[in-house]
């Protein structure tokens, strides 16, 4: 399937590891343009260059943190100017730290805001000037599996990732007809160094081995084991995609059947 990628500019934030990383790599392999983003230069550098080995294309990049607002102005209006307009965001952060609602304070609240939901705001509306004046766009905002079924001992991904997901339903009716379509992409269990940090907290939590939480999640999935950041990538790419002509205000669940709700 042609995806009509081709010379498209694409912005993917937190994309020098992990799901962003995968997910502009897909990208770079479907011929676009593509911008990734991330507070660390090292980790920036390390995966333009490998992205570069794999697909033979280069990418630009820009340091930029999601939590700052001028950083995310600077970042997407570089990005831009560098590529001739902006045709695809994918919105993206870090998870915010896990916890209960007795282990959260004021600061944290304001922090995980910041990161997961202002963070998206920011990013949609220095967007959303390039993909008008192109006559429309994609925008892909990556969440979470708790957006359907909250997720204990995260209870600030819960609320702000559930609060990205009515982001997404707003926006997808306002901007219709401007020609952008906005959906959302939630993983699910996939191998990233998030799963692998939560993974190694619980263990130490419950006075258990890494490898019993692994067994012991695994078990919860029908397809019987943790997705790769590959698989992902692919269907948040399709759904920023121009192929993808009639799909908007939608949250994709990539997780391997583990979510049971309707």
Known sequence: ??????????????????????????YAKEGAKVTIASRSLERLVEARSD??????????????????????????????????????????????????FSDMEDADWAQAFELNLLSTIRMIREALPFMKAAGGGRIVNLTSTSIKQPIDGLILSNVFRAGVYALTKSLAAELAKDGILVNTVAPGRIGTDRIAELDAKKAADQGRTVEDIQAEAAKLIPLGRTGTPEEFARHAVFYGSFANTYVTGQALLVDGGMVKGL
């Open 51 to 100: 992205i570069r080995e794999k697909t033979g294309v280069e990418v630009s990049m820009i340091e930029m943190d999601a939590s700052k607002g001028e950083d995310i102005s600077h970042a997407i209006r570089t990005a831009a100017a560098t590529a001739d307009g902006l045709d695809v965001l994918v919105t993206n952060a870090g998870g915010p730290r896990g916890g209960f």
């Open 1 to 26: 399937m042609d995806l009509m990628l081709s010379g498209k500019s694409v912005f993917v934030a937190a994309a020098s590891k992990g799901l962003g990383k995968a997910v502009a790599l897909q």
